[in-house]
Structures are given as C-alpha cells and as structure tokens.
C-alpha cells in the first residue's frame, strides 16, 4: 500500500496534514491524563473493587481494547476521515445509525472536555493554597479555559508540543517513585497475589472492571487526526496500537506498584482512608516532600493536558458534523491560516463557558456537581461508541473480499462483548462513578438514547424529504491494499471538489476504474435515494482529473455515481480534603 509522491494542497473544507504517528500517541495518551487517572480512579478501584486485583483487570481491560484496536486500525487503514465514530459506523452499519453516532460523539466529548474544567479548577484552586496563592476556583477555570481557547484555536501542532511536555512529566514522576519502591522492596513490590485466582473472585470486581475501563477514554481517537496525518493509512493504525499498549502497561504496572508498597492485605482499607492522597502519601515515604510538591503540581498539569486533548477530540467532531451540515455549517471551516477547526474550536469553548457559568451561578462544587455529572455521561457515550464501533467493523468487511477471520470478525466480536460489558457496568455503577444519588444526575444516562433517536430520526427525514444531500453523508477517502498509487474515490460524498483529487498518471487509469467499480459493489446495496444530478457532479469532479482521457473519466464516473453512497466524585471530594489538610499542615 502507499500513496502518491506528492499529496495536493489542503483543499477548502479540509484539514492540513501536519502529524507524525509520535505525534498522535501523545494526543491520545495524554488525553487518558495517567497522573490524574492514578490519583483520583486507582484508589477508589482499591477501596471498591477487588482490591489488590486491580492490576490484573487493567491488564484485562487493555487486551480488550487490543481486540477492539485490531478492527478498528483494519478499517482506519481502508477508510480515512477526521469523522472517527461517525465516518467508521457509516461504513458498517448504515447512515442513520452514524448520525446518531456523530451526535452522542459530539454530546460524549463535549460533556468530558467541560467535566475536565471543573476537574482542573478544584485541583489547582487547591494545590495553590496549599503553597500560599489563594483565589477562586472560577479564576483557574478562566484562566485554564482560555489557555485552551488559545491552543484550540491554532495549529494543532502547538497543542502536541504541550501535550508532549505534559505526559512527559507526568509518567516521569510515577516512574521514578515506581523506581523507588522497587529498590526498597525488591520482588516483594510485585506481589503475585494480584494476578491469583482468588483475588479476581472478589465481589467487586464489577467495579473495578468498570474504573479500569474508564481509565482508557480517549484511546479511540486517533482516527480523528487522519486528514491530518501524513500517512493516515499507516500512523493512525499504529498509534492505536501503541497508545493502548503503553497505557494498559503503565496502569497496571504503577498499580501493581502501589500494592506492593502498601501491601495486598492492607490496599483496600489504606485506599479506603487516603483516597485521593494515596500516592501522593506513598511520594512521601518513598521520595520526598518537594517530589511530593512536584506530583501535585503535574496532577494539574495532567489534568490541564487531558482537556486540551478532549477539547481537540470535540471541536473534531462538530467540524466533520458542521462539514456534513448536521450541525451548523459553519462549524465545518478551517481557518486559512492555522488550517484548524476554529469555529467549532470557538464553540466548544463557548459550550464549556455557558455550562461552567451556569454551575457556578448555581452554587454547585466545581468537582462534586460539575465533573463528576459531565465526566459521567461523557464516558458512558464513549464506551458505547466503542463498542458499536466493533459491530461497525465486522459489518464493513463482511462481504468483503479482504475480510480476515481475526482481524475483522472475531477480534471486534471480542471487543464488542467486552465493552457491552463495560457498558452495563457504567450504567450500572452510574451512582458509584458520579459519587451522588441526586436524582438529576441519575437521569444524565437517558440523554444518550434521547440523542441517538433523534439522530436517527434526522437522517430518515433526510432520506425522504432531502435525498442529494443524505447521499452525500459520510464521506470518505478510500484507500486499498497492494495498489500503486492510493486512490482518493468520491465515495458517497460530492458536496467537495476536494474528495476526487487527480490521478497523476494516465497509465494507472484502468486500474483506478476497477477500483471504482469495486467500491460501487461493496456500496450499491446500501445506496438509497441518488438522484440523476449526483451522477452529473461525480461525473464534474472526475473530468476534473488532468491526466486521464475524457472517455474513461466518463465510464469511471458513470459507474462511481451509482454508489453514491471519568474520574469518581468520591476521590475529588476525599483527596481535596486531604489536600487541604496538608495545606493547613503546612506541607
């Protein structure tokens, strides 16, 4: 598989390729947040769950998000678009289900971005005051939030350099009192008793199951930056690959660390009573007070850097959905000379604004009332999509001549039982997560179902009522294995000239008509409602080609047109109070 030399300009409508596979590893993995996770989802696993268990079911939840990522990165190496959920769901399993899936990605991310800005302001308001600056929680989020209206708003290579930086040092810290424990303790450290069958027999493994799954959101969002990738076809596959290996090895490392240095009969009750303060107790006795000092600040900046990297996942989705014009069009421009989503970058900003002004003006704590609830309903959409993104996948190949027993059947019917799983724990465990029983709250879960009805009902009405424009949902560059040059196909989406770029060679023709025509097979069955005048526009866009004779442009595009196709309330609440504690301590 590979590409032409020489990629054509970004056209109108569509993202600048400016990122490297290294480069989306850091956007996903800091937008799991590892220090944050640690801090404030580990310990409520030991004292809830199973107890020393923990690392295991980290490692339980890694290999099923590894059968999840194999369909997944088969079908990102065929299917490239900044659509994620939506775009990959379009392909499997139909357009209504994806427009429902586009929303609930754009409610999911959106309500997460704006759980991380109350996550964010309690930490630093708190770890300020500790070290002697006192000011309100509504100045941090200010100040946060228009740190990430500023980084949204540009290029997104600016945010990666941050982001960098940030899981950098986050994962630095943990390693190195990692390190620490395991110079003092030796292989006592890690202990064996976290992978015993008996240990994993614990009644609240149900629990931990589901913080475990939680401590990887955001894992899925590489295929968000294909238009951005210089070789989308490769890094996005990659990326996956090694973000959730990285994060399901790291979690359960530093974990199976923290039981060795507290010890497995005592982890429970130790996390019980520390809580949010858990590891940063264990800095103490193992490193020092100023390493101490140190984790509590990059607590913040983990934070910090996990919402920029859900606000970068947000503001994708509602430019795709702009682009599509299921949300407002305008949110689908890129800026002519960042090459960003800036609008929709603006909007998610104003989203997170409104929405954090209205709790505040309403008295509620920045953690107990506005993360936990925005945290919760963020993840619980997140970890649907994931799993209906595995349906996606075994639907596109299915009948597909490159359909692979393992890669597209059976490791995405893996992955999909286990996120049902997860799924039905989140819902389960809904009061648990959020740390509340406010019936409001409770209620949160119902708005999924609401928005994917009426997602659905939104692109039946299309089907009837605007049938041009419903065809033309879900665009999508193709891209097929053991061919010369890569084929960029029309696919279903002729409202842009820029998704038929040129074939550079004439000689290549043929090939290219063939290709077409297989795409047309896989897709005719689905292709509902084309009207002759989409035959006529995907005729427009072929001829447009400058290397290829007139009479098979024509035969070539008369054959494509007829495809036309979160973190626990509990720990927040606990570990501020031990952060204040410290503070009045004078640590």
């Keep these: ?318 430019f795709v959905l702009g682009r599509e014009k299921i949300l407002p069009s305008a949110l689908g421009t890129v800026h002519p000379r960042h090459a960003s989503p800036f609008r929709a970058s603006l909007a998610q900003t104003l989203f997170s604004l409104l929405l954090a002004t209205a709790f505040a003006l309403a008295g509620a704590d920045p953690y107990l009332g506005l993360t936990t609830s925005m945290l919760g309903i963020g993840t619980l959409g997140i970890v649907l999509l994931q799993a209906v993104a595995c349906l996606s996948v075994i639907g596109y190949f299915r009948r597909r001549p490159d359909a692979h027993w393992w890669r597209t059947t059976l490791a995405p019917a893996l992955g999909f039982l286990g996120l049902a799983a997860a799924t039905f724990l989140v819902v389960d465990n809904f009061a648990t997560m959020t740390g509340t029983d406010n019936p409001v709250v409770g209620l949160l879960p119902w708005l999924i179902p609401a928005v994917a009805v009426a997602g659905i009902a939104y692109a039946l009405w299309l089907r009837q009522a605007r049938p041009a424009r419903y065809a033309r949902l879900a665009g999508v560059q193709t891209r097929q294995e053991n061919t010369t040059p890569a084929r960029h196909e029309p696919a279903r989406h002729t409202e842009h000239a820029e998704h038929t770029e040129p074939l550079e060679h004439a000689g290549h023709t043929g090939q290219a008509g063939r290709a077409v025509r297989s795409e047309a097979a896989e897709h005719v069955e689905r292709a509902e409602h084309v009207e002759p005048a989409e035959h006529v526009e995907a005729a427009e866009h072929v001829e447009a080609a400058e290397h290829v004779e007139a009479a098979e442009h024509v035969e070539a595009a008369g054959r494509a047109g007829h495809a036309g196709h979160g973190e626990p309330a509990e720990a927040a609440g606990q570990a501020g109070r031990a952060v204040t504690g410290r503070a009045r301590a004078g640590r």
């Design 1 to 318: 598989m590979s590409q032409t030399s020489c990629a054509p300009p970004p056209a109108p409508g569509r993202l600048q390729p400016t990122l490297t596979t290294p480069k989306i590893v850091f956007l996903i993995i800091a937008a799991a947040a590892p220090l944050a996770a640690m801090v404030a989802t580990v310990p409520l696993a030991f004292a809830l769950g199973n107890g020393p268990g923990v690392p295991a079911l980290f490692a339980f939840a890694g290999l099923t998000l590894m059968c999840f990522c194999v369909g997944y990165a088969a079908i990102s190496r065929r299917v490239v678009n900044a659509g994620g959920f939506y775009t990959y769901i379009s392909c499997g399993l139909g357009r209504p289900p994806a427009v429902a899936a586009g929303l609930i990605a754009a409610l999911a991310y959106n309500t997460a971005s704006t759980g991380l800005l109350g996550s964010f302001a309690y930490f630093t308001h708190l770890i300020a005051a500790q070290h002697g600056i006192s000011l309100p929680w509504q100045l941090w989020a200010a100040a946060g939030l228009l740190a990430i209206a500023v980084l949204g708003y540009r290029q997104i290579d600016l945010s990666v350099r941050v982001l960098g930086l940030a899981m950098c040092c986050e994962v630095g810290i943990l390693l190195i009192l990692a390190a620490a424990v395991l110079l003092r303790n030796g292989h006592h450290a890690l202990p064996a008793t976290s992978f015993s069958t008996h240990t994993l027999a614990h009644p609240g493994i149900g629990v931990t199951m589901m913080f475990a799954f939680i401590s990887f959101i955001g894992i899925e969002s590489a295929a968000l930056y294909g238009e951005e990738s210089h070789h989308p076809e490769r890094s996005v596959a990659r990326a996956t690959y090694i973000a959730i290996s990285l994060i399901a090895l790291f979690y359960g490392f530093i974990s199976w660390i923290a039981v060795g240095a507290v010890g497995p009969g005592h982890i429970r009750a130790v996390a019980g009573q520390e809580l949010g303060d858990l590891f940063f107790r264990l800095s103490d006795d193992y490193l020092t007070s100023t390493l101490t000092s140190l984790m509590q600040i990059l607590l913040c900046l983990s934070l910090f850097a996990g919402w920029l990297a859900l606000h970068n996942a947000a503001n994708r989705y509602m």
